[in-house]
């Protein structure tokens, strides 16, 4: 069974500050999805990193792939009240098999 | 607007009902998903169909019969559900060709209470 593991499972700051959230995994993806999800309404995909050492920034979003393609990470800068909701990493697999695996997902919580 | 429309929202129903959750794409995938979201659990996929075929069963109990007629519905019928089945349930859809590495759209979901 492929297993995300995400840290912290809860994050509460104030807004302004920076903050890093982890997507760890033994195994490898060929490819890492980034997902928020608000109150109400299902995920939506903020990123997609297929190449180890990848990273992509999505305005004050940052996200890198691990350079073995096992591991994700996604830092804010300066977050804003806006960036509050539930971050999921996905991991996917080249062929055969459209699903993903799911983290277990970062609770987010920015504080005016 | 995400492009997938699920039905209803909310649903409360009792042990002994029947009820069907609906979901629709109006992104021209070929590929659709059921999710299921429980507090303190990861989002379980259930089912995968991929041009109306199914290509995955997660070991989902049998009280949860999908249907998928063509490539932009998706239904999932319920009955003699149990009081741990009370979850969201997210549909979802994708292009297809590229395994998992296709972006996944989601609909917001139906909230399912089981009394």
């Known amino acids: 069974t492929q297993l995300l593991e995400q840290s912290p499972q809860f994050l509460s700051i104030q807004e302004g500050e920076n903050l890093t959230v982890y997507c760890n995994s033994s195994s490898v993806f060929s490819s890492l999805q980034w997902y928020r999800q608000e109150p109400g309404e299902g995920p939506v995909l903020l990123v997609t990193?297929?190449?180890?050492?990848e990273v992509k920034k999505l305005k004050r979003l940052t996200f890198q792939f691990g350079d073995a393609r096992k591991d994700s990470s996604l830092h804010i800068t300066a977050a804003q009240t806006g960036d509050t909701g539930l971050y999921l990493c996905a991991g996917g697999r080249s062929f055969g098999n459209e699903k993903l695996t799911f983290g277990t997902g970062t609770r987010l919580t920015i504080i005016p | 607007e995400t492009g997938v429309t699920q039905t209803p929202r909310h649903l409360v129903m009792g042990m002994t009902n029947k009820k069907s959750l609906k979901c629709e794409q109006h992104l021209g995938h070929n590929a659709m998903y059921w999710y299921k979201q429980s507090a303190k659990k990861p989002l379980e996929l259930m089912f995968v169909y991929n041009f109306k075929e199914q290509t995955e069963n997660n070991s989902v109990p049998s009280r949860f019969s999908p249907e998928c007629p063509n490539s932009s519905h998706l239904f999932l019928h319920l009955h003699t559900l149990q009081p741990e089945d009370s979850a969201l349930y997210l549909c979802?859809?994708?292009?297809?060709?590229?395994?998992?590495?296709?972006?996944?759209?989601f609909g917001d979901g139906t909230r399912l209470s089981i009394l």
């Open positions: 979802a859809s994708s292009q297809t060709g590229q395994g998992g590495n296709q972006p996944q759209h």
């Open positions: 990193v297929v190449t180890g050492g």
